[in-house]
């Protein structure tokens, strides 16, 4: 069955690139509704915008959707990410300003609200897309895949210049409380080089090491260091499953990424969508209920990060 909060979530966190309080609420929503996000600073024009990958206009550093009125809400994948790992099929979001709150970096606060606001089962039967054929695409030496398959996996892996991180890979079936387990706590990374440039072009203002690993060659600026050995590949994948929800409903299917981004995910989106019988929208049966993520979540699954 699909799924609303049973009550809302309210959130306040900082922007990552305005360095300003942004106030997020997430609300219940009917059966067919599925995930919108409201611009409640915006008065003047249109300011609903629908969480599908068609709406997505820039991938630069994060995930920003539009809507056709100009009104638009960026760094939008670590929510979407908590949305689709717990399950929601329905939830209307207000924020009053032009991106979600970057939290810690991770998906964790997310996904501890939404399960502490419990879920709620509508009367309507949940819907997903089945990738039917392979489609893949290719740019500077990045390559991403939708295979088929019978439930939702994600097989990623990154190669870095910088000792702290490396090669890494994994892959994932996002069933039975996964991503809650293994991806929501794990955060954005980046390179300290790479943070001076962003700030001095006036992004990333809100950016320190309470939302972001920070590396520098085989250093780890983060008094803390890692959460887990391989975080960065696993925040990929985090990222991944955040954009593929932009597919306007749950999918079954094989997600391969190498070297792999927003941009290169969204494409591949397009893509999977514009390639006649490459994909196909059934009506789940339970079997096929319980391989979806967000499935089978119990508490201590979010127990176990904390």
Not at 10 to 19: A, D, N, P, W, Y
Not at 36 to 49: H, K
Not at 116 to 125: C, F, I, K, S, V
Request: hydrophobic share 40%; charged share 25%; glycine share 10%.
């Amino acid at each position: 069955m699909q799924t609303t909060l049973r009550k809302s979530v309210r959130i306040v966190g900082t922007g990552l690139h305005s360095g300003r309080p942004v106030r997020l609420t997430l609300s219940p929503a009917s059966a067919e509704h599925g995930i919108w996000f409201r611009r409640t600073d915006i008065t003047d024009r249109d300011n609903i915008i629908q969480a599908i990958y068609d709406c997505v206009a820039d991938t630069t550093l994060c995930t920003r959707i539009e809507n056709d009125a100009g009104a638009s809400v960026s760094t939008v994948e670590h929510l979407m990410a908590a949305i689709a790992g717990c399950g929601l099929h329905n939830v209307m979001i207000d924020v009053d300003g032009p991106e979600v709150p970057i939290m810690d970096g991770s998906s964790r606060r997310f996904v501890r609200d939404i399960m502490a606001a419990g879920l709620q089962e509508l009367d309507a039967p949940v819907r997903v897309f089945r990738v039917v054929k392979p489609v893949s695409h290719t740019e500077n030496g990045v390559t991403v895949s939708l295979e088929p398959h019978d439930g939702m996996e994600i097989d990623f892996s990154i190669d870095f210049a910088d000792a702290a991180i490396g090669h890494q890979e994994k892959a994932l079936n996002m069933a039975n409380g996964t991503f809650v387990r293994e991806l929501s706590d794990c955060r954005t990374f980046c390179r300290r080089d790479d943070v001076e440039a962003m700030q001095a072009a006036g992004l990333g203002l809100g950016g320190s090491l309470d939302n972001a690993v920070v590396v520098q060659g085989a250093t780890v600026l983060n008094p803390d260091g890692f959460r887990r050995s391989d975080e960065c590949v696993r925040h990929k994948m985090l990222d991944a499953l955040g954009d593929l929800a932009l597919a306007g409903a749950p999918m079954l299917g094989r997600y391969v990424g190498e070297r792999a981004g927003h941009g290169p995910t969204n494409r591949l989106l397009r893509k999977l969508f514009a390639t006649p019988g490459a994909v196909e929208m059934i009506e789940c049966t339970p079997a096929m209920e319980s391989s979806l993520p967000g499935f089978g979540i119990r508490a201590t699954d979010l127990a176990q990060v904390g």
